[in-house]
């Protein structure tokens, strides 16, 4: 009865650490209290719903960086507008998911502590914070360079308004929030100058790679949930595909792999490029999809919270490697 009373305790710990949880550790616990309830329900403890939104924006002013030839300052000034888009953009999606799905996150023990669902922030106070964000991110987007970035946004701000719904519509919510993530892409390149970034076939080979990779951790995290879910009747791959959750995972990695090897083909990229975001992602999600216990919480929230950033970081390094190191040793200059 003690081994069951210490499980079911650790368990309520990991819960309850989880952004949008209720404890406040760390340099949120150092914040006046009104505050924190507005930091959980930005999830912005840890950084992961942020960078998750940001880093298909980074990936977008890459390529337009390598097709453009971009100067290191000036990718340096777009990405840190982009940066702050993405912070006030997150802030606000998140706070508008919690307002749309307080009713479900009272029923699911993960996300009861979530600020709404517990009571500390008013349906309206959370709808008056989404509007400030909202605001915020706006302002960022009129400072970028290129105004038909403002025009590129539309597809992720009507997809992302939707999504609290797709839940209850459809049991591919992954997908549709793989397509608004990841439509960053091209949001990314249309602020680094790329004209009409939506007829790239390039560009929609790493949107879809960006989907896949979105599905596979949105997959594991939602698989923390399934037991609530069935009950509740909320609707997601994990609900569909039960036991043959792993198989398609595995298969979504295969397809990830496919896409980003034939955007490097169209982008004409080198050997580090496919050694380093090929290699790197396909080993950072093949022991991410080998190793998490998904009837495990604990397991599925540290694969979903830690693992993503290294699948991130290979997309990253691999572009900035073609893009702006290998160059350096196949000028002229450098024989």
Not at 118 to 133: N, V, W
Not at 153 to 164: E, H, N, S
Not at 217 to 246: C, F, H, P
Request: aromatic share 12%; net charge neutral; proline share 5%.
């Amino acid at each position: 009865m003690t081994a069951l009373s210490d499980s079911k305790h650790k368990t309520a710990q990991v819960l309850s650490r989880q952004y949008g949880g209720s404890t406040a550790e760390g340099w949120v616990g150092r914040l006046p209290r009104p505050w924190i309830p507005y930091v959980q329900l930005a999830r912005l403890d840890p950084p992961a719903a942020l960078f998750l939104i940001y880093l298909p924006h980074l990936f977008g002013l890459l390529h337009a960086a390598k097709l453009l030839h971009l100067s290191f300052l000036e990718v340096f000034r777009v990405g840190g507008l982009l940066l702050g888009g993405s912070l006030f953009f997150s802030n606000a999606a998140h706070a508008w998911n919690d307002i749309v799905d307080a009713p479900i996150d009272r029923q699911v023990e993960r996300t009861k502590g979530r600020p709404i669902a517990r009571g500390a922030i008013s349906t309206q106070a959370a709808l008056a914070f989404t509007g400030t964000q909202a605001l915020g991110a706006a302002a960022f987007l009129l400072t970028l360079p290129e105004p038909a970035t403002a025009a590129a946004t539309i597809p992720t701000m009507v997809g992302t308004a939707y999504y609290p719904w797709a839940k209850r519509h459809t049991h591919f919510p992954q997908l549709v929030l793989g397509l608004c993530l990841s439509w960053g892409i091209m949001v990314g390149s249309a602020a680094g100058g790329v004209d009409q970034p939506h007829r790239s076939p390039a560009l929609w080979c790493l949107v879809g790679s960006a989907t896949a990779w979105v599905m596979i951790y949105d997959t594991i995290y939602a698989s923390q949930d399934l037991t609530d879910d069935v009950r509740i009747g909320v609707k997601s791959m994990t609900v569909l595909l039960r036991e043959n959750t792993s198989a398609v995972l595995w298969g979504l990695l295969a397809v990830m792999a496919v896409l980003l090897s034939y955007y490097g083909h169209l982008t004409g990229a080198g050997l580090g490029y496919f050694v380093i975001t090929v290699g790197g992602c396909m080993l950072s999600l093949g022991t991410m999809i080998a190793k998490v216990e998904l009837k495990s919480q604990a397991s599925c929230w540290w694969w979903f919270s830690v693992g993503f950033w290294y699948t991130g970081a290979s997309i990253v390094l691999g572009m900035v490697w073609e893009g702006a190191i290998a160059p350096l040793f196949l000028s002229p200059e450098s024989f």
